[in-house]
């Protein structure tokens, strides 16, 4: 194959593994799904208000901050050259300037943020190409590159805000360098190998890790004497050196530091973490090995390419250079092995390994390949095995292709589900509504804040009902689930519970089912929106369904649902004596559509003394097709016994198609009580 071709090749993967990390980029957006993305990008923006490079955070180190400070830089001048922003103080960071710790004011920065992400992970896809080349030859690059560019873990982390993508860069950028250095015999280049793995470690702290590249290189280059001591000495020193400029408030401001790294340490070795926690040593390596074997870490079939990679780059003649790609991984196993904590993002570092030894498997296999057919006249044998040769590669790329591309579209066209209940609101609820959120949902405010509505936020999880109606609330959203975790750090499982015995009884009507880890309030939750009509006080006289009288012979009870109206007819409540006062209608229903009309309920009170006695309150209510309730009057009533007829006057059946019914489930005369005055 031809210089340009190989060229060729490249630039589309290249292009297609930074399409394919691109593609979902803006996921969640303006909500925020991953905790490390807060921490980091809301850090370096709180640097760029304040002034202040010391980022008082160590639990990760801060080169990768720096980075996205640079980003929220260019950002920033994008914004105000766009109107988009006006000055720094627009911008909400935590924890300078709200309680929310989710909380994203101006969704443009993560964009970018992830953006840089993407770009950094694409680099790594072109490192593992120059590895490659330098291990064994072009063709080996190319199809490591192949296999990294649509590797399903290394993708999704390569549109997050975190350090593990960003990690694999510079380890791997410390092994390239190092093979350079070795096949070149030169000592200055393995020194910036060992500066680069400085910078590895002020990236992420388990990056240090990587410095024992340079160090096995110096080792394969050893010469007589004892220059190599010193070698190692300033291979240290430079590593040192990288770590200080990417993290250099770990020395300024030491005390922070340690307690930080201390409190990390303590945790992945002695204290674990909910649902992250396995048992060291052997149990750990099962752990990691099943992420790289399932569909979203590496794939199956490319695992096992992967492992026949390793067999023939042991045979390898260079396998010197073998011997360097594989030395920072095995070390690094040996260490996350032995540690409690096992998140599956800390192996992003080694599927970079796996894309090369896949590589190298299948290169080999093209080679044994040329061996063999070389100076073979049947044709037809060697027509069959290239036929073969290019259906191994899609074999092996399919499942990662498949699974990258599907994820990717996932998000692109995933909407969170606070902005679907944002948007439905604005489209359906009256104007002048008065809506509740609850605060623990942290809805994005620019999504709430300005629309026909008014809002109140709040975070209570122990008012009566009768708050919500002496606030004139109209509608309440709130989560689907309350009791999966506690809805804020001082909430008590009794306290959720008693939170969500309040809301039974207001009418749902919006449900939003959460679509992705949904017993975390703050990622896609389950939303329910509920109205607020129970406006049913301790004088009313609640009628019992099944005691009234019907006209109509297709009118049945459900016992479950009520009083159902199949078709036009009345129902008579019995009688019912009631002092001297103020009195509404309050009817609990729903409806089914025909010809997109609901049903229509016509509502009589009565005196119970004579037959045909003038109606007190005569009114026609149009009713929707979710459940709510509908107040009919008032009217001032003398003492005496009245009755109530409920008639449905607009049936409609569309054969086949469509059926207009109404369903009755509650009845109330409401005696309305003077409001009382309140003295603050």
């Known amino acids: 194959m031809k210089k340009n071709h190989y060229l060729l090749l490249l630039i589309i993967i290249l292009v297609s593994g930074f399409i ?8 969640g957006l303006p909500y925020e799904h991953y905790w490390d993305e807060t921490e980091h990008i809301s850090t370096a923006l709180n640097m760029m208000k304040s002034g202040d490079f010391n980022p008082h955070f160590f639990r990760h180190p801060t080169l990768f901050i720096y980075l996205e400070l640079i980003s929220s830089i260019f ?49 790594t896809v072109f490192l593992v190409y120059l590895i490659g080349k330098i291990i064994k030859d072009e063709k080996t690059g190319l199809l490591a590159a192949l296999f990294l560019s649509f590797a399903p873990a290394h993708v999704l982390y390569s549109r997050i805000i975190t350090v593990d993508a960003p990690m694999a860069f510079f380890t791997w950028l410390t092994v390239l360098i190092a093979l350079l250095a070795y096949k070149k015999k030169s000592w200055p280049t393995l020194a910036v190998s060992g500066f680069i793995a400085g910078l590895s470690a002020a990236t992420k702290y388990n990056g240090f890790l990587v410095i024992c590249v340079p160090l096995f290189t110096i080792f394969l280059l050893s010469e007589k004497g004892n220059i190599w001591i010193r070698r190692i000495i300033i291979i240290f020193l ?179 589900t606070r902005v679907t209940a944002s948007k439905w609101l604005a489209d359906n609820i009256p104007d002048g509504s008065n809506v509740l959120f609850m605060e623990q949902l942290q809805f994005f405010k620019p999504d709430i804040f300005g629309k026909q509505y008014n809002v109140t936020i709040d975070k209570k999880l122990d008012r009566p009902i009768r708050w919500y109606l002496d606030e004139s609330i109209d509608y309440i959203v ?49 939303i329910k929106i509920l109205k607020v009509s129970l406006p049913v006080n301790d004088n009313s006289h609640n009628f019992s369904l099944k005691a009234l009288k019907t006209t109509a012979k297709k009118i049945f009870f459900i016992d479950q649902q009520g009083l159902t109206f199949e078709v036009n007819g009345t129902a ?93 489930e509650e009845l109330f005369l409401e005696r309305i009580c003077p409001k009382k005055i309140k003295i603050n």
């Not at 990390?21 to 996921?27: D, E, Q, W």
């Not at 920033?76 to 300037?97: E, M, Q, R």
């Not at 260490?335 to 998140?343: G, P, Q, R």
């Not at 025909?594 to 003394?609: C, F, Q, Y």
């Open 238 to 416: 430079l590593a040192l050196l990288g770590f200080l400029i990417g993290c250099p408030f770990s020395i300024l401001d030491l005390p922070k530091f340690l307690n930080d790294v201390g409190f990390i340490m303590h945790r992945y070795a002695e204290e674990g973490h909910v649902g992250a926690t396995g048992i060291p040593g052997f149990p750990q390596l099962i752990h990691y090995l099943k992420f790289f074997y399932n569909r979203t870490g590496y794939c199956t079939f490319p695992t096992l390419l992967a492992v026949v990679g390793f067999l023939f780059g042991i045979f390898n003649i260079k396998r010197m250079r073998f011997l360097i790609i594989l030395i920072f991984p095995l070390v690094y196993m040996v260490l996350m092995c032995s540690l409690k904590i096992n998140f599956t993002r800390n192996m992003i570092c080694i599927i970079p390994l796996l894309a090369l030894l896949s590589g190298n498997a299948v290169s080999s296999i093209i080679d044994w390949v040329n061996n063999f057919s070389d100076g073979r006249k049947n044709r037809m044998a060697i027509i069959l095995i290239w036929i073969a040769i290019p259906l191994l590669i899609i074999a092996a790329i399919f499942s990662p292709i498949k699974t990258s591309i599907k994820t990717a579209w996932k998000l692109h066209n995933m909407e969170e």
């Open 572 to 664: 008579v409540s019995y009688p019912v004596h009631i002092q001297a006062g103020k009195y509404r209608i309050i009817i609990k229903a729903r409806g089914s559509k025909a010809g997109a009309i609901g049903p229509e309920l016509k509502v009589v009170l009565r005196e119970a003394s004579f037959e045909n006695s003038p109606p007190l309150i005569d009114k026609t209510v149009s009713i929707s097709d979710h459940i709510d309730y509908y107040k009919v009057g008032p009217a001032i009533l003398p003492e005496g016994d009245y009755r109530i007829e409920l008639s449905f006057i607009n049936d409609l059946w569309i054969k086949g198609k469509e059926d207009r019914n109404l369903y009755l």
């Open 20 to 27: 394919i990390r691109m593609l979902g980029i803006n996921f």
């Open 75 to 123: 950002c920033y001048l994008f914004a105000v050259s766009k109107g988009i922003l006006h000055s720094l103080n627009d911008i909400i960071t935590i924890p300078l300037d709200t309680g929310y710790f989710w909380n994203i004011s101006y969704p443009i920065f993560h964009s970018w943020g992830r953006t840089v992400v993407a770009i950094i992970g694409t680099a």
């Open 478 to 526: 709130t989560a689907a689930k309350f009791n999966e975790v506690p809805l804020n750090e001082n909430s008590q499982p009794g306290q959720v519970n008693h939170f969500k015995s309040k809301f039974v009884d207001f009418p749902l009507i919006k449900n939003i089912p959460g679509n992705h880890m949904q017993k975390y309030l703050i990622i896609n939750p389950g």
